[in-house]
């Protein structure tokens, strides 16, 4: 009787402790790390501009591009090839596009699903600060193989209801792959970007430095917080 006892307690304490060990990392301390990985919320949240240059490695072409934002106003990307310049520009009401490689003579303002697929980049300071206050919900997931390394996985909703399904490396809590569907030529697709070479700049804001996917490479070369930038960038002559 008492070694029945004895093991019936045993049992007891082991899955109180299973249970209490596995819930020890929860959604919201996995994304507190993830943002004091990046320099802490308080820090982030004091991002208005960001000013990205570097490449896009695609189909054996190196393009330079430039990604200008203003934090909640307007997010562009300019980029060429062969001498001919374009651009993409995303704000809260509007967005165009200008693509001379297409034969595009004039920018084209995009459609209204394109803005609502878009929106979500104005938010530089990261979606997930404040993540509740701003109506977004994460969720805890399974973990996930992600090139060997059992990482941990977040289904993030946006307030608008696209999904993002995000990965955290469990040894630095740096997010390394990022999926999401969207929709392009009237299909959905999905979106598979892979996230690495995490590097503070100058101001010590940690951001990734290589973003890689099914569409080419992006390698940036500098990243520069809170510089002016001309909110005219986001307007077009019409």
């Not at 084209?108 to 977004?136: M, R």
């Not at 955290?168 to 598979?192: C, W």
């Not at 100058?202 to 890689?212: A, C, K």
Request: hydrophobic content about 35%.
């Amino acid at each position: 009787m008492m070694k029945t006892t004895f093991f019936s307690i045993l049992t007891m304490v082991c899955i109180l402790f299973t249970n209490v060990t596995g819930n020890a990392q929860t959604a919201d301390e996995i994304i507190n790390k993830y943002l004091e990985a990046l320099g802490g919320q308080e820090k982030l949240k004091t991002i208005q501009t960001v000013v990205m240059e570097g490449s896009l490695s695609v189909q054996g072409f190196e393009l330079p591009i430039k990604l200008s934002s203003v934090h909640n106003k307007g997010v562009r990307q300019d980029f060429s090839l062969n001498g001919m310049n374009g651009y993409s520009i995303i704000t809260p009401t509007a967005g165009w596009n200008f693509n001379p490689f297409q034969g595009q003579t004039k920018p084209e303002p995009v459609t209204a699903d394109d803005i609502n697929e878009g929106i979500n980049q104005l938010d530089i300071q990261s979606p997930f600060v404040d993540y509740a206050a701003k109506g977004h919900a994460i969720e805890l997931l399974e973990n996930e193989d992600i090139e060997g390394t059992e990482c941990h996985k977040i289904r993030f909703t946006y307030k608008n209801g696209k999904e993002e399904f995000c990965f955290f490396d469990p040894s630095t809590f740096y997010m390394v792959r990022q999926k999401s569907k969207t929709k392009a030529n009237g299909q959905e697709i999905e979106l598979v970007s892979d996230l690495s070479g995490y590097s503070p700049n100058e101001q010590g804001y940690v951001f990734p430095m290589t973003i890689g996917s099914a569409m080419g490479t992006i390698t940036m070369k500098s990243v520069k917080v809170n510089t002016t930038v001309a909110e005219t960038l986001f307007t077009v002559d019409k």
